[in-house]
Each structure stands twice: as C-alpha cells, then as structure tokens.
C-alpha cells in the first residue's frame, strides 16, 4: 500500500509556537500533497510537492520531501487558534487521481 | 463559484437497506472521487470517474457501485447497507490533469442502524 501514515496521532501547543506534523509513505510518488480538516466536514486542500522538489512555501506553510527516506514534513509557523484541525498527507497520483490518506494528525491549539 | 455539492447532508439507514448519494463537481471539472472517512481515520478511495468512464477503484465489496453522468455529476450507490457502512462519504473533484489536487464537498454522514 502507498498509504502515509502521519506522526504524531495528536499534537497540543500554544498559540504563537510552531507546529510540526510528519508523514511517511511505502511506495513511489507522483506528489504529496497535504489537507485540513475541521470538525470531521470536508478537506480542504494545504500543499502540493512533487517528488522532484525538496521544499515548498505557502504563506505560513513549510512543507518538505526526501523521497529516499519517503517521508514528508508539515511545519506551522507562528499557530493560532483557527489552526486546530486534523491533518493528513495524501500520496498518490501515479494512477491518475487515486490519493492514499494517512490516520492523520490532531492538532490542537490552546489560546 | 459554487464548489462540490453534495446531498443529502446526513441520511440514517437500516441494515440492508440501500443508499444514494450525489455530488456536484465544480464547474468544469471532469473528475470526480469518491471516498469513504470513518470516524478517527483518514478518507480511504473508493471510486474515480472521468469523462463519465470508471478510472480506478478502492478495495470496496461489489454493494458499492458509482456512475458519472454528462453533467459531470456522479451518483454513488451502496446496497445491502451493514452498520460498518455508517461513515463520512467524500466526493471530490479535480481539473485536468493526473495528481493534481482535491477538491472536496462537505461530505455526507451516513448512519445504519
């Protein structure tokens, strides 16, 4: 299976710290991308890094690929409050759109 | 622009009853996914369409069956409803392209009791 599997399963900080969340995976890529979700309602798509990139920056988004070890990083910068969701990494894309999600990462951000 | 729809919002069922759900694709995408998210777990795939043909499919049991119509607008049906059916069911919907990224609908969560 390509699945991910996102570490750790639940994370709490304070508002103002960072964040780090990570996923690792079995199989070759086309890209992985990252996704939120709030209160168990739909996902709501973060980041996208291709196999053929080491790093990616989206506002207060850091996300980072080492395709030899097959994991990934997602790093929150500076979190707040409205950042409390669960998030997942989603492998796949080498039979078109079929995506493997992990368990993902509960995060949750004290004010 | 309106993004992917989906209907009902929640639905309760009982065992062996069957189920229809529907979901709307943003306007001009012609990929829709189905996906299945019970609670505590991440979405697993059940279904891919594009340009109305069956793209791929998850390790679902034959009650699960999915259709995509001109529109783009896609129907997926389960049958012989167990309790352990009872989940978030995704749909989301992509613009050209292999890999490229998901958009969801607000999902539909299916009890069975």
């Known amino acids: 299976s390509q699945q991910g599997e996102e570490d750790p399963q639940a994370l709490s900080i304070q508002e103002g710290e960072n964040a780090t969340m990570n996923c690792s995976y079995k199989?070759?890529?086309?890209?992985l991308q990252w996704y939120r979700q709030n209160s168990g309602r739909g996902l709501v798509h973060l980041i996208l890094?291709?196999?053929?990139?080491r790093e990616k920056h989206s506002g207060r988004l850091r996300v980072t690929l080492d395709t030899s070890k097959k994991s990934s990083s997602l790093l929150i910068t500076a979190s707040r409050a409205a950042d409390t969701a669960s998030y997942f990494c989603?492998?796949?894309?080498?039979?078109?759109?079929?995506?493997?999600f992990g368990s993902g990462t509960k995060l949750n951000v004290k004010p | 622009d309106a993004g992917v729809t989906q209907s009902p919002t929640h639905l309760i069922k009982t065992r062996g009853q069957q189920v229809t759900l529907r979901c709307s694709p943003i306007?001009?995408?012609?990929?829709v996914s189905w996906y299945q998210q019970v609670l505590g777990q991440g979405p697993q795939f059940i279904f891919q369409?594009?340009?109305?043909?069956?793209?791929g499919r998850g390790n679902f049991p034959d009650r699960f069956s999915a259709r995509q119509f001109p529109n783009y607008s896609s129907e997926l049906n389960v049958n012989a409803l167990l309790l352990g059916d009872s989940a978030l069911y995704l749909c989301?919907?992509?613009?050209?392209?292999?890999?490229?990224?998901?958009?969801f609908g607000s999902g539909t969560q299916l009890s069975v009791l």
């Open positions: 989603a492998t796949g894309g080498n039979n078109f759109n079929k995506f493997y």
């Open positions: 306007s001009g995408h012609k990929s």
């Open positions: 989301a919907s992509t613009g050209q392209g292999v890999g490229e990224k998901l958009f």
């Open positions: 890094i291709r196999s053929n990139e």
């Open positions: 199989t070759s890529i086309n890209n």
């Open positions: 369409y594009y340009e109305k043909e069956e793209r």
